[in-house]
């Protein structure tokens, strides 16, 4: 455990090298036998001192937005809340705004009236829908908190918050520990390097397990975990946890079902009347200790050096700023305890937020430092208000930002208005006159801006960005240096089906709800059948369309009419194949020559590759590049078996020959039929979404699931056991999961969960695709 240290190396300079080994084994030696020798004194001494904490306001006493603090940027926390779903996500966000004095009640998930769960379809089904903003202080720091959703349908709030923020809290059931929604949040946060801090929740449930939850994250998501508190009981004896740091109890006394869990006890933990618990706290701080030591080169030495004699006399302050520079390196991930619902744990937990997670000084952004004071920010998420219009969020990394100002949009090379400033905070937001860098505005007046673009206070802070950027790097002067902020991914939908307005007079109306929704959520995909002239919405699935056509509905009065869902397939090529097209065709009195050669073959990705020859790479201008890639992409839309999107292909563009005049449309035009002869040469191959399927059922109905999964062509990866449930760890086929909730509510009288979430495209078999083409092809 230690051998990673190198005590003795270059990272800790000690005096005397060889002493390295020896010293490394006098610590783990001597932090477990002061364990022990702590554990056997137990009733020699007892020196016990309560400390009547009070963190929140009275009920009365509710903040104002205006009021929250505007503190040094050192002192800004933004953080996400994430997890699988049902894991607690939006009570916690509940009870923080509770104990931070922003809200009068203490809201319910099950009552339909928490502050960040606001739009009626959340309400009514009990779930985040879509990730809401709310801003807060605590303990002299501004907090700004994304609550997100934890259902795979609406992965990319997700994935857009995660983008912006700078720390996030994992929410785990503590009785489930990582769930399969939770490790598509992790490799998330991961992609986009935000430390985390890790929340057991639940604790009071009978089942909750602190060692299954410590195993779980430590196997499933490949972490370090690092204890700080222990719980004090188990389920519904569940009243409080100590704190490994300061070895204080904190205790939340049990009371009447209205106890708000704003006042709890600290008590000093020295050799009381409770062997068991002052023995495994010694135990934990110890193995705390150990592994900070493990991970921290600095806090190791600090140990050597000055606490040799003595490692429980270490101050709690050096071991805090230890597990802090674990928690901002993300070797290590802090683990808290608590239950939401039952109001136990949650303070802690905030001080555990602006004790370990980053400030935004603390984020290194390259591109922001080209800017230096001026602004510069990101637009992450856009909300339609009938009253202020399009409410776009910003991210400002530098600069700041006030109302009634003139702000340029990098993206898309416009200049728009900034009318209003507002803090979010759920739905309700409140007006104010400036906002600095590191935190989180939202704005009105902004009609042009989406998801993802990069707003500067002008073109002339760009373009003095972009000379530092220049001069730093060395570029040529025909090279333009990125100053353009990274954007936001999103997910190719999976499912898709037809709308058609209730009568034709509807039809603009519907177009026009379309366009909003869609610039809301970029997962929405609408696109017009070439051949039926109808509708198309793509979305991530059954849940994801069903509820965009409920606002559709509600929100803008339309009772449009969904067709049968269908699956998005797509379609890649078996083998390599070269084809020639020649396009001649006058329009009017200019005539249109052009000649194209090009090789399709299977390659590695999810997109259509185009590759030219060196040859044509120094011939070709821009503009007849630009088409070339125009026709390969036009034509990879389409496909040649089912007209499903094509991927896995690359083009080689081996020859184009134009007479003078040729449009660049025309030579579009004759790519894209030349790289449609080419797929139907190479053989199509039709690839299928495949889902990661995870049920938790009890061993009664196992079988029964088991043989359900089998006849939808499932294949079982793991069937494992958790407390009295098995856990089927499978994947299926997306297109034979159509209806499965309803399935498996039958097959086990409701005593069963799952979730879903997009594996692969992986190839159908040969007899699958036939049955598929057959069927699409109205020959059945």
Partial sequence: MFGALRLGGKEFQCEKRSRSL?????????????????????????????????????????????????????????????????????????????????????????????????????RERGITIQSAAVTFDWNDHRINLIDTPGHVDFT????????????????????????????????????????????????????????????????????????????????????????????????????????????????????????????????????????????????????????????????????????????????????????????????????????????PDERHHDLVRWYKDDLCALAFKVLHDKQRGPLVFLRIYSGAVK????????????????????????????EIGSMSAGNIALTVGLKQTVTGDTIVASKASAAAAARRAQNHSGTGEGERPGIILSGVEVPDPVFFCTIEPPTMAKQADLENALSCLQREDPSLKVRTDPDSGQIILCGMGELHIEILHDRIRREYGIEAHLGPLQVAYRETVLHEASATNTLDRTVGERRHVVTVQLTVRPAEGAACEVIFTKELEEQLTAGTKEAVKNGVDSSCLQGSVLGSPVQGVSALIQSVTAEAGTSPTMVSACVSRCMLKALRLAGGQVLEPVMSLE??????????????????????????????????????????????????????????????????????????????????????
């Avoid at 020699?44 to 001192?49: D, G, L, N």
């Avoid at 929740?201 to 204890?227: G, T, Y």
């Avoid at 079988?703 to 359900?708: H, K, R, T």
């Avoid at 499978?730 to 039958?746: F, H, I, K, Q």
């Fill in 403 to 430: 109302p009634q100002t003139a702000v340029h949009n990098l993206s898309r090379n416009c200049t728009e208005r900034m009318s209003r400033l507002l803090v979010p905070f759920a739905d309700q937001h409140v």
């Fill in 22 to 122: 020896s010293a490394l084994q006098k610590i783990s030696s001597m932090i477990w036998g002061r364990c022990l020798v702590s554990a056997g004194r137990q009733g020699c001494r007892c020196k016990v001192s309560f400390i009547k904490r009070h963190y929140g306001f009275l009920p009365d006493d509710v903040k104002s937005l205006r009021a929250v603090v505007s503190p040094d940027i050192s002192k800004i926390r933004n953080i996400g809340i994430m997890a699988h779903i049902d894991a607690g996500k939006t009570t916690t966000t509940e009870r923080m705004l509770f104990y931070s004095g922003y809200t009068r009640a203490l809201g319910d998930v099950d009552d339909g009236d928490t502050v960040t769960d606001f739009m009626a379809q959340e």
């Fill in 156 to 359: 990319l709030e997700v994935e857009r918050a995660l983008r912006v923020l700078d720390g996030a809290v994992a929410v785990f059931d503590a009785s489930a520990g990582v769930e399969a929604q939770t490790m598509t949040v992790w490799r998330q946060a991961e992609k986009h390097n935000i430390p985390c801090i890790c929340f057991l929740n639940k604790m009071d449930k009978p089942a909750a397990d602190l060692k299954f939850s410590m195993e779980s994250i430590r196997q499933k998501l490949k972490a370090n975990p690092v204890l700080l508190q222990i719980p004090v009981g188990s389920g519904k004896n569940f009243s409080g946890v100590v704190d490994l740091l300061t070895n204080q109890k904190l205790m939340w006394k049990p009371g009447s079902a209205r106890d708000d869990g704003r006042v709890f006890d600290t008590q000093t933990l020295d050799q009381c009347d409770e062997p068991e618990l002052v023995q495994e706290v010694g135990e934990a701080r110890a193995a705390l200790i150990e592994q900070v030591a493990d991970l921290d080169d600095e806090f190791a030495e600090l140990l050597l050096t000055k606490f040799s004699d003595d490692f429980d006399a270490v101050p709690p302050v050096e071991l805090r700023e230890a597990v802090r520079r674990v928690t901002l390196t993300r070797k290590g991930v802090p683990v808290l305890c608590g239950s939401s619902l039952r109001n136990k744990g949650v303070q802690p937990l905030l001080d555990a937020i602006t004790a370990y997670l980053p400030a």
């Fill in 695 to 780: 049920v938790t059922v009890g061993e009664e109905h196992l079988g029964a699931v088991l043989g359900d999964l089998a006849q939808r062509r499932g294949v079982v990866r793991d069937i494992q056991s958790r407390h009295d449930d098995k856990v089927l760890v499978a994947s299926a086929p997306l297109a034979e999961m159509m209806g499965y909730s309803t399935a498996l509510r039958t097959l086990t009288s409701g005593n069963a969960t799952f979730s879903l979430e997009l594996d692969a495209y992986e190839p159908m078999s040969a007899q699958d695709q036939n049955s598929l083409l057959r069927r699409v092809t109205g020959l059945l």
